[in-house]
């Protein structure tokens, strides 16, 4: 009581200071707004905060944290909008070759930098965060994906599969430094709630917390999940019924800026679309699948050639590039029944429509910046987070049973569209590829090699910008296009330093390489490994398409990866394969056991996930067996009593 009745006089006349402090700045802030410079802003804010924090009159606060927010207008900084497709190869979109028209894609692409170099992960969660923190994947907590880790790296730091403490994102940086932060679409970077995009620098996220998901409504698209996991700001959400995955990641997009845009003051926001298109199950509407007719029935085997052709003549390879070999056990187009060319075809098409579909979104987003006059005052960043998917799920056993079990068939009359599982295959994931050697899931050119394009204020228009550049160097160049820190704060000790490198001097046109002939830059996901310094990259993959042999090229004479040089040049492949395991040791990479193949060991985590999703169904179903097996018996038994 004594301390209590003590403190009221202070009480009364720090309130009264807060007051007049209030009363004096409240018809200041126009003012304030308009022409007070952002360093003057900030000692503002800093003091009338710290008054804030001293106040213990909730009225006061109120008004006190009104001027805060309105001394923030006018800040001119560039929004950031990152773009990210799902499992697109290196001449997957138009600009880079491909078939599909994206209009919108080659109108940022003609208004900026195209990148012909440029390296991804071999796989998604591995490369999403890589992009998002500017971090190695093996220093980030995802050094793989769930689905395929062994157990050798569970529990191992690095393999924890989500983002390990003093792991800072793009969203943690630029809100520390007054951005507002949104995300929609595929997040996949960990299972737990405290893994979500809330708990990662968003301020608004409706997030798909998983590899995959169906299009066209909330349902899973494998075995390994029990539903389809979308999450807004952190909490479990619905789908709308009108939902297809690339408008809906556009719409509830364009709704959080909408809803966040103030009337007279402007906050400069960072969007982050992460698009499903094209990761299976490829869907699309069929009016744009039936818009492809024809395009595909030539088969792969052409549709390799002819992209081969496209990208040399866009200038995207050399002339001399040879076309890589077909994969192994590929198909002879030719050798398919008709029925099989048609589904085929058919499945090539709703591809091509997927990204159509994916691009008008695209174009409806850059229509909104316009009409809310911040197009000119964006950078845009898209680019795509592994190499075309080889996968063919409906031919996996037990698939069918679970496709029925899930409403899903495979038919001609039906593809792409609700209650369809399709994907493309091996062979036209190779064109998707082509000329590179190889897809998704391998750190062959065709894996990792991937189509990345720049605009915005400041960045120089070039057709191609041939310098290498990895994932982990987009966060950097963010922060180092805005002049914002790479630090969260100062108290971060702890933090995690980013590995990247700023892609700026390649940008404004002042450097032609961000790393130099003898830098080696390392690369792993389970086992697929490479590393790669100068001209020359080290590589080794593991089966089914891989056999785990380490092989050498000259990645300037040969992109494709056709003519092996570890026996010719022993000197150089002994000298970047100790700079591999340098590597191997300084980021702690646990590679999988030599006989590791993905798509068995898919299949082995996603039975454990069922086992584990279904016990107690599973329980009450052998209970249920047991205890009518021995009825039977009693019956029979009763029966030969009688
Ligand atoms: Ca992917």
Same mark, same amino acid.
């Given at each position: 009581?004594? @301390?209590?009745?003590?403190?009221?006089?202070?009480?009364?006349?720090?309130?009264?200071?807060?007051?007049?402090?209030?009363?004096?700045?409240?018809?200041?802030?126009?003012?304030?707004? *308009?022409?007070?410079?952002?360093?003057?802003?900030?000692?503002?804010?800093?003091?009338?905060?710290?008054?804030?924090?001293?106040?213990?009159?909730?009225?006061?606060?109120?008004?006190?944290?009104?001027?805060?927010?309105?001394?923030?207008?006018?800040?001119?900084?560039?929004?950031?909008?990152?773009?990210?497709?799902?499992?697109?190869?290196? =001449?997957?979109?138009?600009? &880079?070759?491909?078939?599909?028209?994206?209009?919108?894609?080659?109108?940022?692409?003609?208004?900026?930098?195209?990148?012909? /170099?440029?390296?991804?992960?071999?796989?998604?969660?591995?490369?999403?965060?890589?992009?998002?923190?500017?971090?190695?994947?093996? %220093?980030?907590?995802?050094?793989?994906?769930?689905?395929?880790?062994?157990?050798?790296?569970?529990?191992?730091?690095?393999?924890?599969?989500? &983002?390990?403490?003093?792991?800072?994102?793009?969203?943690?940086?630029?809100?520390?430094?007054?951005?507002?932060?949104?995300?929609?679409?595929?997040?996949?970077?960990?299972? %737990?709630?405290?893994?979500?995009?809330?708990?990662?620098? &968003?301020?608004?996220?409706?997030?798909?917390?998983?590899?995959?998901?169906?299009?066209?409504?909330?349902?899973?698209?494998?075995?390994?999940?029990?539903?389809?996991?979308?999450?807004?700001?952190?909490?479990?959400?619905?789908?709308?019924?009108?939902?297809?995955?690339?408008?809906?990641?556009?719409?509830?997009?364009?709704?959080?800026?909408?809803?966040?845009?103030?009337?007279?003051?402007?906050?400069?926001?960072?969007?982050?679309?992460?698009?499903?298109?094209?990761?299976? #199950?490829?869907?699309?509407?069929?009016?744009?699948?039936? *818009?492809?007719?024809? =395009?595909?029935?030539?088969?792969?085997?052409? $549709?390799?050639? @002819? %992209?081969?052709?496209?990208?040399?003549?866009?200038?995207?390879?050399?002339?001399?590039?040879?076309?890589?070999?077909?994969?192994?056990?590929?198909?002879?187009?030719?050798?398919?029944?008709?029925?099989?060319?048609?589904?085929?075809?058919?499945?090539?098409?709703?591809?091509?429509?997927?990204?159509?579909?994916?691009?008008?979104?695209?174009? %409806?987003?850059?229509?909104?910046?316009?009409?809310?006059?911040?197009?000119? /005052?964006?950078?845009?960043?898209? =680019?795509?987070?592994?190499?075309?998917? #080889?996968?063919?799920?409906?031919?996996?056993?037990?698939?069918?049973?679970?496709?029925?079990?899930?409403?899903?068939?495979?038919? $001609?009359?039906?593809?792409?569209?609700?209650?369809?599982?399709?994907?493309?295959?091996?062979?036209?994931?190779?064109?998707?590829?082509?000329?590179?050697?190889?897809?998704?899931?391998?750190?062959?050119?065709?894996?990792?090699?991937?189509?990345?394009?720049?605009?915005?204020?400041?960045?120089?228009?070039?057709?191609?910008?041939?310098?290498?550049?990895?994932?982990?160097?987009?966060?950097?160049?963010?922060?180092?296009?805005?002049?914002?820190?790479?630090?969260?704060?100062?108290?971060?000790?702890?933090?995690?330093?980013?590995?990247?490198?700023?892609?700026?001097?390649?940008?404004?046109?002042?450097?032609?390489?961000?790393?130099?002939?003898?830098?080696?830059?390392?690369?792993?996901?389970?086992?697929?490994?490479?590393?790669?310094?100068?001209?020359?990259?080290?590589?080794?993959?593991?089966?089914?398409?891989?056999?785990?042999?380490?092989?050498?090229?000259?990645?300037?004479?040969?992109?494709?990866?056709?003519?092996?040089?570890?026996?010719?040049?022993?000197?150089?492949?002994?000298?970047?394969?100790?700079?591999?395991?340098?590597?191997?040791?300084?980021?702690?990479?646990?590679?999988?056991?030599?006989?590791?193949?993905?798509?068995?060991?898919?299949?082995?985590?996603?039975?454990?996930?069922? $086992?584990? /999703?279904?016990?107690?169904?599973?329980?009450?179903?052998?209970?249920? @067996?047991?205890?009518?097996?021995?009825?039977?018996?009693?019956?029979?038994?009763?029966?030969?009593?009688?």
């Amino acid at each position: 009581m004594t @301390a209590l009745s003590s403190a009221r006089p202070k009480q009364r006349l720090l309130t009264s200071m807060i007051l007049v402090a209030a009363a004096v700045l409240s018809p200041m802030k126009n003012s304030i707004a *308009s022409s007070v410079e952002s360093s003057v802003e900030s000692s503002v804010e800093s003091s009338v905060e710290s008054l804030v924090e001293r106040s213990l009159d909730n009225s006061v606060k109120s008004r006190l944290q009104s001027t805060v927010v309105n001394t923030q207008t006018n800040d001119q900084r560039p929004n950031v909008v990152v773009i990210l497709v799902d499992d697109a190869g290196l =001449t997957d979109f138009a600009p &880079f070759g491909g078939e599909a028209r994206m209009p919108a894609i080659q109108t940022l692409a003609d208004r900026g930098t195209k990148f012909s /170099n440029y390296y991804s992960s071999p796989l998604c969660a591995p490369s999403r965060a890589m992009l998002l923190t500017g971090i190695d994947n093996h %220093r980030t907590g995802i050094a793989t994906i769930p689905e395929i880790l062994t157990d050798n790296q569970v529990g191992q730091p690095g393999y924890s599969m989500f &983002f390990e403490p003093g792991v800072r994102t793009l969203a943690d940086r630029l809100k520390a430094a007054g951005y507002s932060t949104y995300m929609t679409g595929k997040w996949h970077l960990g299972g %737990r709630e405290q893994d979500l995009p809330n708990g990662h620098g &968003f301020d608004r996220s409706f997030a798909l917390d998983a590899s995959g998901a169906d299009n066209w409504e909330q349902k899973p698209y494998m075995g390994f999940y029990d539903f389809a996991p979308w999450y807004e700001d952190g909490k479990l959400a619905n789908l709308p019924d009108n939902f297809y995955s690339s408008k809906f990641i556009v719409d509830r997009m364009i709704s959080y800026l909408e809803s966040d845009k103030q009337p007279i003051s402007r906050q400069p926001f960072f969007s982050y679309l992460a698009f499903q298109a094209i990761h299976i #199950p490829v869907q699309a509407p069929r009016e744009i699948t039936e *818009s492809y007719n024809g =395009t595909y029935d030539q088969g792969w085997h052409v $549709l390799r050639k @002819a %992209r081969h052709q496209r990208a040399i003549d866009l200038g995207l390879i050399a002339p001399d590039t040879a076309l890589a070999e077909m994969p192994a056990n590929s198909r002879d187009w030719e050798s398919l029944s008709p029925e099989d060319r048609a589904l085929y075809a058919r499945a090539m098409q709703v591809q091509a429509a997927m990204l159509e579909s994916m691009d008008s979104h695209i174009g %409806r987003f850059i229509d909104y910046l316009s009409s809310r006059g911040e197009l000119d /005052n964006t950078l845009f960043i898209l =680019t795509s987070d592994n190499g075309p998917e #080889p996968s063919y799920p409906i031919d996996v056993p037990g698939m069918k049973m679970w496709m029925s079990f899930n409403g899903y068939n495979h038919r $001609l009359d039906n593809l792409g569209e609700q209650g369809s599982m399709v994907a493309i295959g091996p062979e036209w994931a190779s064109a998707s590829a082509a000329p590179l050697n190889l897809f998704k899931f391998y750190a062959a050119e065709g894996g990792i090699r991937v189509p990345l394009i720049i605009a915005g204020p400041n960045i120089v228009q070039q057709d191609w910008q041939q310098a290498m550049a990895l994932v982990t160097d987009i966060t950097p160049t963010v922060l180092d296009y805005l002049g914002v820190s790479n630090r969260v704060s100062n108290r971060g000790s702890n933090e995690v330093s980013i590995t990247g490198r700023s892609m700026m001097p390649l940008l404004n046109g002042s450097a032609t390489a961000i790393y130099a002939e003898d830098d080696a830059i390392g690369m792993e996901v389970s086992g697929n490994s490479a590393l790669i310094r100068g001209d020359y990259k080290l590589s080794r993959n593991t089966p089914p398409y891989g056999d785990n042999i380490w092989r050498l090229y000259n990645l300037a004479l040969d992109p494709s990866e056709s003519n092996n040089l570890s026996t010719q040049q022993p000197e150089i492949f002994d000298l970047m394969m100790a700079e591999y395991q340098r590597y191997e040791r300084e980021f702690g990479v646990i590679p999988p056991a030599s006989d590791f193949d993905h798509i068995k060991q898919a299949r082995h985590n996603s039975l454990k996930k069922i $086992l584990l /999703n279904n016990w107690p169904r599973l329980t009450v179903i052998a209970v249920t @067996a047991v205890l009518l097996l021995w009825w039977i018996i009693r019956i029979i038994y009763w029966r030969r009593q009688v």
